[in-house]
């Protein structure tokens, strides 16, 4: 591998860091991972890609570079976008064909404020119809391919299945998805990356192609929980930030005993309780304890439906209603249909009860981080998901099953890779921390990737 390819594959901080030291520059990266990605195009990963873009913007790195002005750490890194964020010269279409190809006119907020920051924007990439799928199947653009097995084609999770893909792959260092049950961590944990939900609000969503209002965030997907830091900054416009590396020895985190290890497999059970020998050895506390929310939001949901489906309904009524509808992915369209069904009395009755949920999630919780298994399986094979739409509901339903918790409960998260099983397919380990926590949050992830890195290797 030269020099060049091997800079390419770094973290997003790393390549940064090469370019300020004059060991690489940003138009010679932007080239590589052009190349790389023009190589993949039968990857479905990408739907656009923004060559010309790329390469004005990395030219302009590199001048700021040479002069020793910078725009910030990640001045001159690539990074790539879910195709439901609006780019200049671009078409969003959410991976649908509802929306024609209609090319924007401007930057949305987060990707201006990224390119305010130096980053390269390298075009858009593929997800799950409307955002609306743990699993990643596309049927218009194809499935994005999971590198981590290049003999079956596997889920890349959903709906940020080309983040996560793009990541994995090492097309780009950097992807940013969205997250409204799920859908950065679960990709984040099929194809072995970070992923970082942020707090509803933290970074302005408004303009994106919206699922659910009440729980769609945007965050992103990368090599380290260091280059996540710095990409929240960066699209928050943020010169600075608050996360300090957290002390493992005055940490604590709590792992329920209910519901979020019931039918994981075996390799992410074994590489949960490793990592959690782990984190003890460092001088993590570890606590375990039932935690009443997490059934309380099963039943709420088995009872009264989801608020998810309850506003994607709201939002495309129209459309899946409409001549338009007949288009829409029959798994997304069945979904969405299903909060059709529901009555206001099951929408209010969700909302207060959530209310109430969080709060007594919140008390058990006190300052400890929740932790548990990103995803209770590893990346399933698409073939029989595309043979058997109950097969696909089913796995789909338990993909989402632990990272759902989180957005009812409103927190933010960090999923993080802590091994594989035996066949090479990565696990994952999610903390988790209330509303608003986002920097402790990730200051704990700082403290604990390496330990849980350095568990995995062993």
Known sequence: MSDIEEIASRTGAEIGRAYRAGEADPVAVTECLLSRI?????????????????????????????EGRPLSALDGVPIAWKDLFD???????AGSLVFGRDTKARDLACVSHAAAAGLVTMGKVNMSELAYSGLGLNPHFGTPRNPNDK?????????????????????????????????????????????FKTSTGRI?????????????????????????????????????????????????????????????????????ERTLGALSAAGVTVRHAHVDALHAILALNAAHGTLTAA?????????????????IDR?????????????????????????????????????????????PITAPAVAPLEADDDLFHKVNLTALRNTMLGNILDLCGVAVPNGRDGDGLPTSILFSAPHGADERLLGVALAVEGIVADAAAR
């Open 87 to 93: 780019v200049a010269g671009t078409p969003t279409t």
């Open 151 to 195: 003999a079956t084609l596997r889920s890349p999770g959903g709906s940020s299945s080309g983040s996560g893909a793009a990541v994995g792959a090492r097309l780009v260092p950097l992807a940013i998805g969205s997250d409204t049950g799920g859908s950065v961590r679960i990709p984040a944990a099929f194809n072995g990356v970070v992923g």
């Open 311 to 327: 506003e994607a309904y709201t939002e495309y009524r129209e459309i899946v209603d409409g001549e338009k509808g007949r288009s």
């Open 204 to 272: 302005e969503a408004d303009g994106i192609v919206p699922l659910a209002r009440t729980y769609d965030t945007i965050g992103p997907l990368a090599r380290s929980v260091e280059d996540c830091v710095l990409v929240d900054m960066a699209l928050r416009g943020a010169v600075a930030t608050e996360v300090r590396r957290a002390d493992t020895a005055a940490l604590t985190v709590l792992v329920p005993t209910n519901i979020v290890l019931d039918g994981v497999s075996d390799a992410v059970a074994a590489n949960f």
């Open 38 to 66: 023009a190589a993949a195009e039968g990857d479905h990963i990408f739907i656009t890609v923004s060559a010309d873009r790329a390469l004005a913007e990395a030219k302009a790195a590199s001048r700021r570079h040479k």
């Open 331 to 375: 798994r997304v369209t069945k979904r969405i249909m299903d909060g059709k069904r529901m009555s206001a009395h099951d929408v209010l009755t969700i909302q207060r009860e959530r209310r109430r949920l969080i709060t007594a999630f919140e008390n058990q919780l006190g300052d400890a981080i929740l932790v548990m298994p990103t995803t």
